[in-house]
C-alpha cells in the first residue's frame, strides 16, 4: 500500500517574527481604501461621486483622469508584472521582491506549505489596512487569502453574489482561504491588534 506524503506544515510564528515593523505606504485605488479628498485637491484635482478629475486634458484630448485617489496604507505586491506604457512590454520583478526579500521568500514557502497547487503571479500583503466593500477589478480568476500577526476579529466578509443581504464571514489568521475577489464583493470587519494579509493572485 502506497503511504499518503504528509503535508509539510508552515511555521506562521517563525515568518511572524521575521516581518518588518511596517511596510511602504502606497496610494492605493479609492475603492479599497475609500478617498483621500485632501490629496486631491493638492494635486488639482475635483471629486464627483467616484470620479475624480484633473486639470487639462490627455494628449489625445480626453479628461485627465486620477486613478490612485485613495488613502495612504500600508500595502506592498510581489511577483512579476507585464510593463505599462511600452510598446513591447516585457514582464519585469515588482519592487517588493527588492525592497524586502526575506519576507518575499518567506511567503512563497507560505504558498508551498499550505497550497502548492495554487497557481499565482502576484502576492499583495496588507498591514492594518481596513478595506472597504471593493472588488479586485484587475485580478485573474480565484485569489488565496491568509492572515497573520497578533490580531482578534478582523473577519473577510464576502457578499453573496445573488442576495445581498446574505453575507458570509471568515476567519482568516492561519486560515488560507480561496474566493474570486474579482467577482466577489468583499471588505474587511474590524479587529485589535496587528493584522497582516497576504493575497495571492494573478493578475
Known sequence: MKTQKKKKLFDYKDLESRLPKKILKTRKRSNFGGFDDEYI???????????????????????????????????????????????????????GNRLFPTLYEDLKELAKCEFPDFKYNCITVNHNVL???????????????????????????????????????YDIRYKPLKFNGSKEYHWVDGWEGDRWTAVYFNH
Open 41 to 95: 485637491k493638492r494635486i488639482g484635482g475635483t471629486r464627483k461621486g467616484r470620479t475624480v478629475t484633473l486639470q487639462g486634458l490627455t494628449i489625445t484630448g480626453k479628461k485627465k483622469c486620477c486613478t490612485y485617489g485613495g488613502n495612504l496604507i500600508e500595502s506592498m505586491t510581489f511577483g512579476v508584472v507585464l510593463e505599462r506604457f511600452k510598446k513591447n512590454p516585457k514582464i519585469i520583478e515588482r519592487r
Open 131 to 169: 478595506g472597504k466593500r471593493h472588488l479586485d477589478g484587475k485580478n485573474v480568476g480565484m485569489s488565496m487569502i491568509v492572515g497573520f500577526g497578533e490580531f482578534q476579529d478582523g473577519k473577510i466578509c464576502i457578499e453573496d453574489k445573488k442576495d445581498v443581504s446574505i453575507v458570509y464571514k
